[in-house]
């Protein structure tokens, strides 16, 4: 008595997608990372004379002395 066995190809399977998927998510999630750093928190640009460094904003010596 011989059984033959048949087997699936790859794309139907379940195992080959359950390890596409986490680099998937990955890439998406990166994708939309760098969407929102490019598009939603564009700096607004300070007065002349003005120093910004990191939170702290000064006003330069040379401004304020032409004043």
Sequence with gaps: MTKQQTTKPWWRQLWPWLLISGPAVAMVGCIITIWLALNL??????R?????????????KDAQANK
Excluded: A
């Design 41 to 46: 928190h564009v700096d607004k640009p300070l």
């Design 48 to 60: 002349e004379g003005v120093v910004k460094q990191g939170l702290k904003v000064e006003q330069l």
